[in-house]
């Protein structure tokens, strides 16, 4: 087996895990703990909260160490966290603070995983093949989370939510011996003794003063606030709003698998056909609408709306995943992809607490359904933030007819 088809082997399995895991999860909150609405904000916004913390000292954490053996050691320490769930539980010592504690080591373990991950790709793969790379693993990952929660939905009836969790902490260890056969990379170190502040610095101002990443950054910001809230809003919703049952739940929120994996499959047809800059504003608009959808009806038909929105809203937003993610491993300088991938998931995955708990708090006094609404409104920042921007002027991103900015040095 290839190298790349290792790598690949590693995070499929991961992420199949960790999709059934993202039932189980606030399941085990709703069914053994019987969360509150906050409670499930603190445990979705837990989740993602290491963007905030260390999203941006990640870049320069990852240049400086192998990225093989950081990747290893993230998939350990994940599977340790989860594991411990189980084992709280059977000795009865098993507590909301607990799983709030676990999000957050997965949280800060995934913040250093993805950005080696992603580091190590344009290192093993040619640069004609990053596109078709990250639409495979973009769809991939789809494929995971829509067997995943489906899966986890199944398991958590069959076995109850806190058992299930074993199927993730399993996943974590067979990921990390199948990153154990992989050749040993490292980051692009800068030739001299340079501070972290100074990299972070550099890092920080590339991506913020660059024309096309500056903009998309603020845009994935604008939706992943909104995914956050997701996180938090669509288990209690499916839960107590529409009385869905828990093999229910995993089918539904398998949904956002489907068009995901949707998206990713016509990612190059939609990109060749509207432009890459221009598909992105007309997307854009494209998903708020689907945030609308969602919870725009209510009795049978919700589980339609929720169906359609939800397939929207993913198969638009990968799209643009994809898209963004390719041009910058190509338009960055080797030397900063490290940290201009870890500055971009800073500012827009630090969004991705920051909506859970706003979610988690206003759905107490204003009810799910119209908190969704409340998100729905936010999620047209997204394509507003691209209009109003000079991605506006371009039909594809990387433009041959415009020159390309020179790296910014802070």
Known sequence: MSVFWRWWAAGTTSDLGSAVGGVALPLTALTVLDATPFQMGMIAASGYVAWIVIGLPAGVIVQRLPLRGTQLGADLIRAVAVASIPVAWWFGLLTIAQLVLVALVLSFAHVVFFVANTTFLPEIVSRDQLQSRNSLTSGTHATTQLAGPSLGGFAVQLLGAVPTLLVDAA??????????TLPARHGRRPDEPTPMGAMIREGWAFVTRHPMMGPAMWSATASNFVNGAYLALFPLYLVRDLHAPAAVVGVLLAVDGVGTLIGAALTTR?????????????????????AFVIPAATGWAA????????????GTGVVFSVTTRTYRQIASPPELLSRVMATVRFVSWGAIPLGGLVAGALAGPLGTRATLLVFAAAAVLAPLALYFSPVRGRRDLLDPAVTEPAAVAG
């Open 270 to 290: 939609i990109t060749n056909a509207l432009g890459t800059a221009r598909g992105l504003i007309i997307l854009g608009f494209v998903e708020a609408a689907g």
């Open 171 to 180: 996943s974590y260890l067979v990921s990390a011996a199948l990153l154990r």
């Open 303 to 314: 589980y339609v709306t929720f169906t359609a929105g939800v397939l929207i809203f993913a």
